[in-house]
Structures are given as C-alpha cells and as structure tokens.
C-alpha cells in the first residue's frame, strides 16, 4: 500500500462501513473470469435496452413529475459494472443519474432515495456540487432515506434542499476515517524480509511493509483532519448552520435517528417515502413545480 493509497482510503463512514468495502472490493477481486465475462455481458446488454435516462435508466425511477434516483451501498470514486454487480454506487454514477433526470421532459423534481453507509473522500465533494448546482439552476432536489444516510451519503443528501428520512432512519456519522494495515511481524514470521527505497521524505509513507513513524502518524492525521474540515464546512454551507454549531451537535461521528437528527439540524421532515413524493410531485402539490 502506497501513500497515495492511503490518500485514496481516507473514508466519510466509519469503520464498519469501511470493512463493507473493502469486502465488496475483495469479491470484485476474487470474482472468477467466467463470472466476470457472464456478468459484463448481462450489464451491457441491460444497458443496450435501457436507454432511459441516458443509460442510467437502472438507478431512476419516475412518480409523476418526480425522478427518484436511488444512491446504494457504499460510495466509491469510479464505477464499472462490477461494482454495480457487487452494490456499491460511483460518484460519477451519481452525477450523471441526476443529471440525466434533470433533462429530461414530465420531470420538475428530483429525489435522491438513499440507503447508503457512506464511502471515499475522493469525488463526494464534487458530487455535492453537481446536486447544488442542479437544485440552484435547473429543478429542485431533495433527499430521503429510510435506512441509512451515513458520512459521505449524508454530505450527498444535505447538498439537496430538504431532507426527509422515515422515523428508524439512521443519519450523520459526520466523520473522516483512515486505516493503515502493516504487515511488517507477519511477513517476518514467514521469513520474509522487504526493503523499501524512497526519494522523497514522505514517498514511502503508508507502505505495509515498515511500522508507521511519529512523522507519518502526524502526517496521515493531519490529512484526516483536513478532510473532516471540509465535511464539517460543505454541513454547515448546505444546512444554513454555523461550522461551530456543527462540530459541537452532530459532527461527532455519532448516528441520529430521524427526529434527533431534526433537532440538531440535519434534516427537515420525518416522513414516509409515499408522502414525500406526493408533496414534491406537481400533480399531487401544484406548489412544489418548479414551472
């Protein structure tokens, strides 16, 4: 593992959600050949037949006037059809889905239906700012879940106008993790023995192979840090709340339910998902069009 993989493995979730990944990344691994051609070959034919929604007609459903995009399992960076295989959700699916549903004609609201325990730093932000942009300039979008809205899935969800979740909801876990794995007494024990060169201070920071210096702790941590800035400000900037407010009430890591996280800000409405397609779908509510 490099330092630039160690960058990469900065998590929005905790470490639960992280194992989650990593478990879905090792089947993804481990799938045999045959498995991966059977299901590359399904994909691509699902995705020749399914043209809606420029091709991601797979993560949209329509009510009405309302486009529910529905954002599962664990965020990664970059998808393929093995990690849609395997349940995880890219960022860049994200991005596309909900703009794809903004283009398209009978559509005036977008919902982002989440269930998601959160995922990779790497794009969440940039995510956000595709969903602000949409709500600001295009059609309004509001987010909902009934199981989990966690970490990077909730700094999606805040990025919408409202957010509703069903009263068992979990939400938050407002929070950067990252893990550092070395193997260094294991591979001694089988006798092996690594070298490692570097040119640079901090080139070979991360790697698996040599325990982790006071430096490269410091180093890691600051990054971590950094990142739980951003989380904590990009909060604050979507919910209308002071990063002060944020860090002391709900930027703890801890999850609420539904109606604690009201409280502290983090969403609008306790709802079911039926209501809130009615309230946002003009044929039911002529005040939420966005025409």
């Known amino acids: 593992m490099t330092f630039k993989r160690i960058l990469d493995f900065l998590w929005a979730g905790d470490y639960t959600s992280f194992l989650e990944y990593l478990e879905v990344k090792a089947r993804m691994d481990q799938a045999p050949l045959d498995a991966e051609l059977q299901a590359r070959s399904y994909y691509q034919e699902q995705d020749e037949v399914e043209e809606q929604y420029q091709g991601y007609g797979y993560m949209v459903e329509t009510y009405g006037s309302v486009a529910s995009v529905s954002i599962r399992g664990p965020l990664i960076t970059q998808s393929s059809w093995m990690s849609r295989m395997f349940g995880a959700t890219g960022y860049d699916e994200v991005q596309n889905a909900v703009s794809a549903a903004a283009m398209e004609p009978g559509i005036d609201q977008i919902l982002l239906d989440i269930d998601s325990p959160g995922g990779s730093v790497a794009g969440v932000a940039e995510t956000g700012s595709v969903i602000r942009h949409i709500d600001a300039n295009v059609m309004p ?12 899935a909730y700094w999606i969800g805040s990025s919408a106008r409202e957010v509703h979740a069903t009263e068992m909801a979990s939400i938050g876990s407002i929070g950067v993790i990252a893990v550092h794995q070395e193997y260094s007494k294991a591979m001694e024990k089988e006798g092996v023995k690594p070298t490692v060169f570097t040119a640079g201070e901090y080139k070979g920071i991360g790697n698996p192979y040599e325990p ?12 971590v840090d950094t990142s739980y800035g951003f989380f904590v400000d990009a909060v604050a900037d ?20 539904a109606q ?9 409405r306790v709802n079911s998902f039926q209501d809130v397609v009615k309230l946002l779908d003009s044929s039911h509510n002529p005040a939420y069009s966005s025409t």
Not at 141 to 152: H, Q
Not at 243 to 256: M, Q
Not at 260 to 268: N, R
């Open 141 to 152: 979008v509001s987010a909902f879940t009934s199981g989990t809205m966690a970490s990077a």
């Open 238 to 257: 979507n919910r209308g709340l002071t990063t002060n407010y944020v860090r002391e009430n709900s930027a703890n890591g801890k999850d609420f339910y």
């Open 260 to 268: 604690e996280a009201m409280e502290v800000g983090l969403i609008d």
């Open 212 to 223: 982790l210096s006071e430096s490269d702790k410091e180093y890691i941590q600051g990054k």
